[in-house]
């Protein structure tokens, strides 16, 4: 996961709830199995645990 610090990506996500979402988010920081990243879609910066992350996918063409 170290090698998309500062890109954004796409995440599958299930989260505490067992709700899945997709979320685009621009990542900041991995340290043990949790991932810091700006989410585009909360406005913010948010904390996600890596074994919840389904699939990660590179976003083309992002700022």
Do not use: P
């Not at 505490?16 to 979320?23: E, P």
């Amino acid at each position: 996961m170290e090698r998309y610090i500062g890109k954004v990506v796409q995440l599958i996500y299930i989260d505490r709830k067992r709700q899945v979402s997709i979320r685009d988010v621009r990542i900041m920081s991995v340290k043990g199995d949790l991932l810091k990243a700006y989410c585009f879609t909360a406005k913010g910066f948010r904390i996600f645990d890596l074994k919840n992350i389904v699939d990660v996918e590179l976003v083309k063409n992002a700022g």
